[in-house]
């Protein structure tokens, strides 16, 4: 398995609920030396929320709390 890139942090809807995170593109070659890739969970920024909204308003907030930065 080899992870070939991994997203920015988005907005991700599981089982659980909605939450902010990334995902990676993965490849797997099998025995039989065929390949595939899809994207899988790569982490989890946030606790899980009830509504999309509340979650895209938890990533608006990293994404201007990181921009702004001060070091």
Known sequence: ?????ISEPK???SKNGYYVGRT???AHEFPDGNMTSYWDEY???TEYF????H???ALN???YS???KTE
Do not use: F, G, P, W
């Not at 009830?50 to 909204?53: H, M, P």
């Open 43 to 45: 982490d989890r920024e």
């Open 50 to 53: 009830l509504t999309k909204e």
């Open 66 to 68: 990181s921009y702004n």
């Open 24 to 26: 990676c593109l993965t």
């Open 1 to 5: 398995m080899e992870i070939i890139k």
């Open 55 to 57: 979650a895209e308003r």
């Open 11 to 13: 907005v991700i809807e």
């Open 61 to 63: 907030y990293l994404s």
